[in-house]
């Protein structure tokens, strides 16, 4: 029995669209196919494999008349990239002019990535591509030819098998139909208005830690978050901040919001409450995670994940940041 090839869309859109057009949009590529997926805040895939015979188009056919609908209709341009799975249809969105496609066929994929710089690889940070750098590996191709036990040995076991999974061009992920992220929110009404910048600090921590747990218990990501104080003379001010990589990981998470309140700049304002919210949500299986050389990333990970069993098991407080202890 022969497996179906799979033809997968992604189009990026080159004027970022209001949350209702957004919706208009997914409405729009559901006509084409129902297996369409946001990839807010301005993208969206499409797995064209059962739309082909409908339309009797050939896939390259079809996206563009895709994008043709998209200027027609909304006078959005855009540019696509078309691929045997999620990954490759995103790098190939990339290399596209807005108006253009590009289409990576499967018998041609090996070769097209082969020559590509590997930091054109999902989850391919500056650490990552220093260390290999320093070998002398800066394409895709030299790190298919690489045997695994070197990449391993550069990189550590972990980090060595998710970049040679890329690099071969393998992504399993379904293009799995959802709604435009939602949101998630924790907020705190402090018991007396508070000028000290350390409490202040700490209550926003705990915000933090409380949405990064909230996070990990409904396996989601966000990808942005947004601080906002509520004074005593009841106004209020906000800041939002686009997190480098989208995420679940309670430190990532205090470290952004940290930022945002460092931001604000309250020096002596007479703070009543925060809140944080965080939105830009994705399933975590569907979220690429930054290839991290630090042992103590995953350390802080698996002792992150005990603290979570012990939470679910003796309850909310059984388990704190040392910096939230009483």
């Known amino acids: 029995m022969t497996t179906r090839q799979r033809h997968i869309a992604h189009i ?110 999902p989850g391919i940070g500056r650490a990552t591509a220093d260390t290999l750098g320093r070998y002398g590996l800066h394409t895709i191709g030299q790190i298919t030819d690489l045997p695994m036990a070197t990449l391993q040995r550069l990189l550590g076991a972990g980090p060595a098998r998710l970049l040679a999974e890329r690099a071969h061009g393998r992504d399993p992920r379904p293009v ?29 921590l705990g915000l933090a830690d409380r949405v990064g747990q909230r996070l990990r218990g409904e396996k989601q990501v966000a990808g942005r978050l947004t601080l906002t104080v509520r004074y005593a003379d009841r106004s209020s001010s906000a800041r939002t901040r686009t997190l480098p ?27 009543r409450a925060f809140a944080i919210r965080a939105d830009g949500l994705l399933p975590t299986g569907n979220a690429y995670r930054q290839l991290s050389l630090d042992p103590g990333d995953g350390r802080a990970r698996a002792a992150e994940a005990a603290a979570d069993r012990a939470r679910r098991r003796f309850g909310p407080q059984a388990v704190r940041p040392a910096a939230l202890a009483d």
């Open 12 to 121: 990026h859109l080159h004027a970022a669209p209001e949350e209702t057009r957004y919706d208009d949009i997914i409405e729009l590529m559901s006509g084409v196919t129902p297996h369409v997926q946001a990839v807010p805040p301005d993208a969206v895939q499409l797995d064209l494999t059962s739309a082909l015979r409908y339309f009797d188009l050939s896939p390259y056919e079809l996206i563009q008349t895709t994008q043709l609908r998209l200027k027609l209709l909304y006078g959005i341009d855009s540019s696509a990239g078309l691929a045997g799975n999620r990954m490759l249809a995103a790098m190939a969105a990339d290399t596209a002019a807005p108006g253009h496609a590009t289409w990576v066929p499967a018998d041609r994929a090996a070769d097209w990535l082969y020559t590509r710089p590997v930091t054109a690889l």
């Open 176 to 204: 799995a139909p959802a709604e435009p992220a939602a949101h998630l929110t924790a907020d705190v009404v402090l018991d007396r208005d508070c000028l000290d910048p350390a409490q202040q600090h700490r209550a926003v």
């Open 245 to 271: 990589e989208a995420t679940d990981h309670s430190p990532a998470l205090a470290a952004t919001a940290l930022g945002l309140l460092t931001a604000l700049g309250l020096q002596r304002a007479r703070v």
